[in-house]
Structures are given as structure tokens and as C-alpha cells.
């Protein structure tokens, strides 16, 4: 069975700070990976796709990969309240099919 | 650009019970998908579709339908509704592009009681 782990949280910051959060996979041979953002009562909306090791930088976010290890990150720097959202993992499975498994989601509040 | 448009929004049902949850989009995206979400849960895969006339089996299936008679629609077909069904629906489309990420639509949040 193919897994995504994630800490659910919440996961507090203050304003300004840089959160963290992160995310373990169990398929080795994974090799696409997505993090998603979705407000309560909202549907997920992309953040960041990265395949390569290493890190992979747009705006305030910073998405970093680690295959060896099966552990793939997602920084927010600058952290505002209105980041405040859970935030989704997501691997790739099933080839060409672009099939995504989700992790649980980690619950950031970011405190003003 | 409407993107992917899911109807209804809300519904209640009672055990025993079938409808269609209805998805549309208008981005000519081959591939197309089912998520249900629980509370505090991730999103689980029902069913997908990479094409017209073609659709497949995700993680969860039992107690669903789906067919993808034209490259636009989508439909879920919840069969003899039980309180297990209880939840939100996220219908999502996709270039063949695996970098370019899912549409999704605003989500059905479904009651069965």
C-alpha cells in the first residue's frame, strides 16, 4: 500500500517566521511530487511541483526533495495569517496516468 | 473559463437513496478524477478517466460508477446511498503533463442519513 505521512498539526508560527512542514512517502520509486493548499471548506489549490533532489524556490515558498531519504518538504517564509490553511502532499502513482495519493494534511495557523 | 464545474453543491440523502454527482470542464483536459475527502482526512481516489470512454478503478471504488462519454463530463453515480458516503467530493481534470497539476472544482458535500 502506497502512503503519504504527514503531521497534522496544527502547526503554530508567528507571523513573519518560516514554517515548516513536511512529508514522507513510502514508494521508493516515486518520482513526482506536489504540495496543495486548501482553505476550510475549499477545494486544494497547487503550490508547487517538484522531481528533482534538492530545492526548487517560487515567491515565499520553497518545496525540497529528498529521494534517497523518501522525505519531501515545504518551507513558507515570511509567514502571513493568510497562509493559515491546511496544507496537502501529494505523490505521483500510476505511471502516466498522473494519479495522485494524498497525505492527510498539516493544519497551519500563522498568529498575527 | 469556468474551469471544472461540479453540481450540486449540497445534498442530503437518505439511506437507500442514488444520484449523480455532475462535473464539467470546459480546459479540454484528457485526464479527469473522483476524490471523496472526510473530515480530517486526506483525499482518497475513487475512480479516473484518462480519456473518453475510458475510466478506472482508484483506492476506493465500492458503492460508485462513473462513465466519460465525451472529453467534458465526468459523472459519479452513487448507487443505494449509505451513511458511509457521507462526505465531500472533488471532482479534478489534468493535462497529460504530469508537472501541470489538477483543477479542481468547488467540491459536493454529500449527507446520506
Known amino acids: 500500500q502506497k502512503e503519504v505521512e504527514q503531521n497534522s498539526g496544527p502547526l503554530s508560527v508567528p507571523e513573519g517566521a518560516i514554517a515548516s512542514l513536511n512529508c514522507t512517502y513510502s514508494d521508493r520509486g516515486s518520482q513526482s511530487f506536489f504540495w496543495y493548499r486548501q482553505y476550510s471548506g475549499k477545494s486544494p489549490e497547487l503550490i508547487m511541483f517538484i522531481y528533482s533532489n534538492g530545492d526548487k524556490e517560487d515567491g515565499r515558498f520553497t518545496a525540497q526533495l529528498n529521494k534517497a531519504s523518501q522525505y519531501v518538504s515545504l518551507l513558507i517564509r515570511d509567514s502571513q495569517p493568510s497562509d493559515s490553511a491546511t496544507y496537502l502532499c501529494?505523490?505521483?502513482?500510476?505511471?502516466?496516468?498522473?494519479?495522485?495519493?494524498f497525505g492527510t494534511g498539516t493544519l497551519l495557523a500563522v498568529q498575527p | 473559463n469556468a474551469g471544472v464545474t461540479q453540481t450540486p453543491k449540497f445534498r442530503i440523502l437518505k439511506i437507500g437513496q442514488s444520484m449523480t454527482l455532475q462535473c464539467t470542464q470546459d480546459m479540454n483536459h484528457n485526464y479527469m478524477y473522483w476524490y471523496r475527502q472526510d473530515p480530517g482526512m486526506g483525499l482518497k481516489l475513487i475512480y479516473y478517466s484518462v480519456g473518453a470512454g475510458i475510466t478506472d478503478k482508484g483506492e476506493v471504488p465500492n458503492g460508485y460508477n462513473v462513465s466519460r462519454s465525451t472529453t467534458e463530463d465526468f459523472p459519479l453515480r452513487l448507487e443505494l446511498a449509505a451513511p458511509s458516503q457521507t462526505s465531500v467530493y472533488f471532482c479534478a481534470s489534468s493535462y497529460w503533463r504530469v508537472d501541470s497539476g489538477y483543477t479542481f472544482g468547488s467540491g459536493t458535500r454529500l449527507t446520506v442519513v
Open positions: 501529494a505523490v505521483v502513482i500510476g505511471g502516466a496516468t498522473n494519479k495522485l495519493i
